[in-house]
């Protein structure tokens, strides 16, 4: 099983900031995939990058593929407080799922 | 999409005894899958739960300690054994629709005093 290190895994930012995850590893991934879960609910798929290079935008948040598809990154521009919540990358195995540690993102108004 | 009920939503037990969790999906599918996530942390696959056949453990988990059952294409059990406080848990099913778009319960937040 490869490993995802997400960084950071915990992050508390003000309303209107700018803020970065990361998720690495040393293998070479067919897609990766970001998930977001909020308090009291399960993961919902946010977005599936596929080639290497490839950048996705999802309203405020921008996701990006290493050119040689071993990390991805997941940008937002001016958080709001519904942005709460549980940040996953994950990679398929056989149709199960293998995630990251995960960051938790606390956007306070 | 898919819509996932899971039962009970929470629970709070006595250590030494059984949890069974139910996941009830709304049309067939094939492969459904369940996790845990411990306080604090990302999901660990227990297992897939395959229906007509035993379930497919992954490394660290047991069938004696999280017995599956897959009576048919739209249901699945978990049973937490024989509880001890680690056992305290958010335990979630899960399934695969599409290409590779897998959908979550919404979870079952386990207590074990």
């Known amino acids: 099983t490869q490993l995802l290190e997400q960084s950071p895994q915990f992050l508390s930012i003000q309303e209107g900031e700018n803020l970065t995850v990361y998720c690495n590893s040393s293998s070479v991934f067919s897609s990766l995939q970001w998930y977001r879960q909020e308090p009291g609910e399960g993961p919902v798929l946010l977005v599936t990058v596929v080639t290497g290079g490839e950048v996705k935008k999802l309203k405020r948040l921008t996701f990006q593929f290493g050119d040689a598809r071993k990390d991805s990154s997941l940008h937002i521009t001016a958080a709001q407080p519904g942005d709460t919540g549980l940040y996953l990358c994950?990679?398929?195995?056989?149709?199960?799922?293998?995630f990251g540690q995960g960051t938790e993102l606390s956007v306070k108004p | 999409s898919a819509v996932i009920s899971q039962k009970p939503s929470r629970d709070i037990c006595q250590r030494g005894t059984s949890l069974t969790i139910q996941c009830q999906v709304d049309s067939q599918v094939t492969m459904m899958f369940w996790y845990r996530q411990q306080p604090g942390q990302s999901l660990t696959l227990i297992a897939t739960a395959n229906q007509g056949s035993e379930a497919t453990y992954e490394s660290g988990f047991v069938i004696d300690k999280f017995p599956i059952s897959r009576p048919n294409l739209t249901f699945s059990t978990l049973t937490v054994s024989n509880m001890s406080p680690e056992d305290s848990s958010i335990y979630l099913c899960?399934?695969?629709?599409?290409?590779?778009?897998?959908?979550f319960g919404p979870g079952t937040r386990l207590t074990v005093l």
């Open positions: 994950a990679y398929n195995q056989g149709g199960k799922l293998i």
């Open positions: 899960s399934v695969v629709r599409g290409a590779d778009t897998q959908y």
